[in-house]
């Protein structure tokens, strides 16, 4: 099987571009912006410019003819860029009648996929991303303009910015909390936040964000939300199915990735279904899966050999693709690239995962702090029967429901806890989240540098919801969607790209808005996808309560890779700049069975390291 690089070059869903204002400056900004990168050989895509109606450039970089819709109208121009079936007629009707940028708010609220749109009117511009944060938008002053891009590095070249040393003690944090993953590694750079809008006047000179996403309210029944998860979920996937063509899909035997392989196989596409089974014995996707197989008589089938899998740690040394920002990814990056070149071959224009759903079809048992407050005899029977679940001991069970602390001092609160034993659970399914730690092999300067930013942050910081359940939602889409918005690009350019279904905003909205006492009960697995997928996925499969883990990829993969970890420490970027201890760190990879590890403590370290290697190649 060839590598992701043997497998060609930047393939659909790659597309890098900066968008400017309409000023003479700009032109200047643009020729910085748009160098192509001589260190990347795999970028073959040939650099192209839309421009405004000046003839200025307005959107500059590299993509493919199916990543772009756009249209001009007058005055306006508006852009799709990435997955949204939106006619270009429908877009330039829409551009026709925009008169204030702020209008379109309500477009961004209504179309299906997972895009950025851009829009100029009279040369001003306004660019936003998505809700869910997988695709993202980043601004900076470059050559006294303001420019945005959906990507850092194109920003950070253009101003031959490095790393922030801060920010990178911040991303040593297991995990690290809202706000701070949401911000940009470089000086310079301001990542957009995702439910903002960006607004840039046409002399460039002036920039605003302003909100254009607020999450539901958790308040549909499940009876009344299911039909709207099942339109949302099925449009999603349609949006990636409905040329036709060939598409794959991983089909792993859980509910989610099942849940969109059903739904893709109803499209017009030929569909190639995808199943790795675990190497654990006791793990039961493989049956899983080839009983949903069974009820798809017209879907290839291909299973793989477990023990071809890549473990967690795999090729670490070898990872070169361009990255804006630490990610945990690469430890699962081999893993989830592997498989893709031959699926290419097969035919497959873009594969399907059910990634997400993990975060929109379930969600934090964190609502149960409000429930208790609101609902206390119904919330008092739940929280029992998660006591007996997950065995919360009841003490810290208990000081975590009486915590009603704001946000802002609950993370200021954290910041004199670093160094303390990991938390237990219950404090992070109850509460605000998981409280960050510091792990010894973080050096003293690198925790100061931590705990100051996190003061710093709390004195300001606002929950992304009230409701401590509905902001545990959002942290964690986001976390996930900034290692999976990597992961796409990198699949991109090993010539097969990937979409996520379950992280289109119109489906986290339609998840989001049904009440939490249906979405996450001790009695039941996934309700709502369950509800949803009636009628679509067959009842045999639906049955599912449980999932696989892959602890055994993960602790095998400590234990075969460990030599590839001394290596990675003994010249060190992270040490070089004082954040980390490389004797510390060589001493535990030659330790594989050390208590501790098991809870992936090592991840974060590792992100930073091998970011910051590949900006050093």
């Not at 998981?434 to 100051?452: D, K």
Request: one cysteine or more.
């Amino acid at each position: 099987m060839p590598t992701p690089r043997e497998a060609g070059g930047a393939g659909p869903g790659a597309a890098s571009f900066v968008v400017l204002p309409d000023c003479d400056d700009a032109l200047t900004a643009a020729r910085s912006l748009i160098r192509r990168n001589p260190q990347d050989t795999q970028d073959t895509r040939e650099t192209r410019t839309i421009p405004h109606p000046s003839g200025r450039p307005w959107i500059a970089g590299r993509w493919h003819d199916e990543d772009v819709t756009a249209v001009r109208a007058g005055r306006a121009a508006l852009a799709v860029i990435g997955c949204c079936p939106v006619r270009p007629e429908e877009l330039r009707r829409r551009a026709e009648a925009l008169r204030d940028l702020t209008a379109l708010d309500a477009l961004a609220r209504a179309l299906p996929g997972s895009f950025h749109l851009v829009a100029a009117l009279d040369g001003a511009v306004r660019v936003q991303g998505t809700a869910s944060g997988l695709r993202l938008v980043h601004r900076a002053t470059v050559g006294g303009v303001e420019v945005a891009a959906s990507d850092a590095l194109p920003l950070a070249r253009a101003l031959d910015s490095a790393p922030d040393e801060e920010e990178l003690a911040v991303r040593l944090l297991w995990p690290v909390p809202h706000p701070l993953f949401a911000t940009s590694p470089w000086r310079g750079v301001t990542t957009v936040p995702a439910e903002d809008a960006l607004y840039v006047s046409r002399d460039g000179r002036t920039v605003r964000h302003s909100r254009w996403w607020t999450p539901p309210e958790p308040v549909r029944s499940m009876a009344g939300g299911a039909p709207l998860v099942r339109q949302a979920l099925t449009e999603a996937v349609a949006a990636r199915t409905h040329r036709g063509s060939t598409v794959s899909c991983d089909l792993s035997g859980g509910l989610d990735s099942t849940s969109v392989c059903f739904l893709a196989a109803a499209s017009p596409a030929r569909v190639i279904a995808s199943t790795w089974p675990g190497r654990d014995p006791a793990d039961g996707d493989l049956a899983w899966a080839r009983r949903a197989a069974r009820h798809l008589p017209h879907v290839e089938h291909v299973v793989w050999d477990a023990d071809e899998s890549p473990l967690v740690y795999t090729d670490l040394l070898d990872i070169d693709e361009p990255m804006d920002e630490p990610t945990i990814g690469v430890m699962d990056r081999a893993r989830a690239l592997h498989h893709l070149p031959e699926l290419a071959r097969r035919g497959s224009s873009t594969h399907l995962t059910g990634i997400g759903g993990d975060h929109v079809a379930w969600c934090s048992e964190g609502y149960y702090h409000r429930l208790l407050r609101t609902r206390p005899w119904f919330a008092l029977r739940r929280l029992r029967g998660f006591r007996t679940l997950y065995q919360w001991p009841l003490a810290p069970t208990v000081r975590t429901l009486a915590d009603s602390r704001p946000y802002g001092r609950w993370l200021a609160g954290t910041a004199a806890r670093l160094r303390d034993p990991l938390p237990p659970g219950v404090e992070g399914a109850l509460g605000w989240g998981t409280a960050p730690r510091l792990f010894p092999w973080v050096t003293p300067e690198a925790a100061e540098a931590a705990r100051r930013a996190l003061l710093r942050a709390a004195a300001t910081a606002e929950p992304l919801h009230r409701d401590r359940g509905l902001h545990q939602d959002l942290e964690q889409i986001r976390i996930c969607t900034r290692i999976v918005r990597q992961w796409d690009l990198m699949a991109a350019r090993a010539g097969l790209p990937t979409a996520s279904p379950f992280f289109d905003d119109r489906v986290i909205e339609a998840c989001l808005a049904v009440d939490p006492r249906a979405r996450v009960t001790p009695w039941a697995y996934k309700p709502l996808l369950g509800a949803a997928m009636r009628g679509i996925v067959p009842d045999a499969c639906l049955a599912r309560t449980d999932k696989a883990h892959a602890s055994m990829d993960a602790s095998n993969g400590l234990r075969e890779h460990r030599g590839d970890l001394v290596k990675l420490w003994e010249d060190s970027s992270l040490a070089r700049l004082g954040l980390v201890d490389a004797g510390a760190l060589t001493a535990l990879a030659q330790r594989p069975a050390t208590p501790g590890l098991s809870d992936a403590i090592l991840y974060s370290t590792i992100g930073c390291e091998v970011w910051l290697r590949t900006l050093a190649r």
